[in-house]
């Protein structure tokens, strides 16, 4: 394997609901099969410790399946990746003294933690997501992999939809976006992901439920939206079906790095300047008056 090859294992599942145990044992079975199949890296779907599931409309019971980070839940995933020499990025519903948080954490293949996000979007506009407390920051990490060290960072789900969130890791660094998911990845959600990866030069990984659940369709777009001859192509590295998979994609880092390196996409032509209406609360906006 070169060494700027990344081999990303895309942990396609059906979920567990509220059954830890079930959880654990098929998160770590799925992890196991990714490390056996070469990959250097696992992405879980969002809130792979629940499942993304609220199967009984009770919030008391919802918000009492999260665990603090150092649950023995967490841990046993720590303790896979550095048994495993893979990184491994697993969601859960974390407990904080703000509130349940919608967590991501990605362990790199010592088992130490490099990076923790809370969804920052969360979908106030439906339970049990409006009883979540949101992130604050969208961090980056450089993590250290069998192909060498790639800078990381990660949106959850509805996060996609803002570009603002994408772009604030591409500020921050970020050559590779890890994006747990749990909703119909339709034709145009699939459209935001290569919007994110085109407009930012980095790379997209997005893993998805199974059907029935969700559709699947787990995916990993890269930006190089031209080959070495000049012509259009396709930036879809990998599309999956809607089965329960784990997907072992490789992305090719050189090829990236040096995209980034020559093109004009990202953040070097910003002009910040321009955009103060984007930071302005709404209601601090100006409605044009009638005749305007």
């Known amino acids: ?86 990184a491994i990025a697993v969601t859960y519903l974390e407990r904080t003294a703000a509130g349940p948080r919608n967590a991501v954490t990605l362990f790199d293949r010592r088992g130490c933690e490099v990076l923790t996000y809370a969804k920052v979007h969360t979908c106030s ?50 050559e590779l976006i890890l994006v747990p998911n749990a909703c119909e990845l339709e034709a145009n959600r699939l459209g935001q992901v290569r919007a994110r990866a085109f407009e930012n030069m980095a790379a997209v990984a997005v893993a998805n439920y199974a059907a029935p659940a969700e559709n699947g369709h787990s995916t ?22 809607e089965a329960e998979d784990v997907c072992l994609v490789r992305l090719d ?11 004009v996409w990202g953040v070097e032509c910003r002009r910040p300047g321009t955009y103060s209406a984007l930071v302005e609360p709404l209601a601090a906006r100006r409605q044009p008056a009638a005749g305007d």
């Not at 196991?32 to 019971?61: I, M, N, Q, V």
């Not at 999260?66 to 550095?82: K, N």
């Not at 880092?253 to 093109?263: F, G, K, P, V």
């Open 1 to 86: 394997m070169s060494a700027a090859e990344l081999h990303i294992a895309l942990l396609q599942l059906v979920g567990t609901g509220y059954h830890r145990e079930a959880s654990l044992e098929r998160g770590l079975a799925a992890c196991r099969h990714a490390a056996a199949a070469g990959a250097d890296a696992a992405l879980f779907p969002e809130l792979w410790s629940t499942g993304y599931a609220f199967p009984d409309g009770d919030l008391e019971h919802w918000r009492a399946q999260a665990v603090v980070r150092d649950d023995p839940w967490v841990v046993a995933f720590a303790d896979a990746a550095a048994e495993l020499e893979m």
């Open 125 to 174: 506009f439906d339970l049990p997501e409006q009883a979540l407390a949101p992130g604050a920051e969208f961090p980056v990490a450089r993590l250290e992999t069998r192909a060498g060290a790639v800078t990381v960072g990660a949106m959850i789900c509805f996060d996609r939809e803002f570009p603002e969130a994408a772009r604030a890791l591409a500020l921050g660094g970020a």
């Open 220 to 241: 990993v777009v890269d930006p190089i939206v031209f080959d070495a001859e000049g012509r259009s192509r396709d930036t879809c590295v990998f599309e999956a079906g």
């Open 253 to 263: 880092l050189d090829a990236l790095r040096a995209w980034r390196e020559r093109e």
